[in-house]
């Protein structure tokens, strides 16, 4: 069983210790399964190019992420997601389509918008409150209300 549990506000908590993963760590996880899913192999320059920041903020976020046993890194080798790493990334990236999901498809956000707006409230949105949106969503899906029509876009 992972040592991580999800916390009040959808984040990763780390049960050991009680601390709450940062936004930003969880972001620094789901870009490595992004990369890893892409290339099998995640670098320190492509993780830094992904979230537009320097290579030492990637470095300082690895070495945070590996003292909490989700990530192995070695010096100027590729980064890998652990067990935990990875079920905690796969938990934000599945936070974040759902969000960007309900804006494109139920509100009918612009696409980049919508990107953009999910990636910050995958990290603020209360599990039953996502939860909410998800419902909704497959709801108006299953009554086969028109995408265009659901945020009052016509038919």
Not at 68 to 77: D, K, N
Request: hydrophobic content about 45%.
């Amino acid at each position: 069983m992972s040592g991580k549990v999800a916390g009040h506000t959808g984040r990763a908590v780390d049960a050991a210790e009680g601390d709450i993963l940062s936004a930003s760590l969880e972001d620094y996880l789901e870009a490595i399964l992004q990369l890893e899913r892409a290339s099998r192999v995640a670098r320190v320059s492509e993780i830094a190019e992904q979230l537009s920041v320097s290579r030492p903020s990637v470095t300082g976020a690895l070495k945070n992420l590996a003292a909490r046993g989700l990530v192995w890194h070695a010096p100027y080798g590729h980064v890998t997601l652990t067990d935990d790493g990875a079920r905690i990334a796969h938990e934000v990236e599945t936070r974040h389509v759902a969000i960007r999901d309900f804006l494109t498809d139920v509100l009918a956000i612009p696409e980049d918008k919508a990107e953009t707006t999910a990636c910050r409230l995958e990290h603020v949105l209360e599990p039953d409150v996502l939860a909410h949106f998800v419902s909704y969503a497959e709801g108006l899906s299953a009554s086969g209300v028109p995408r265009a029509a659901r945020a009052g876009g016509g038919s």
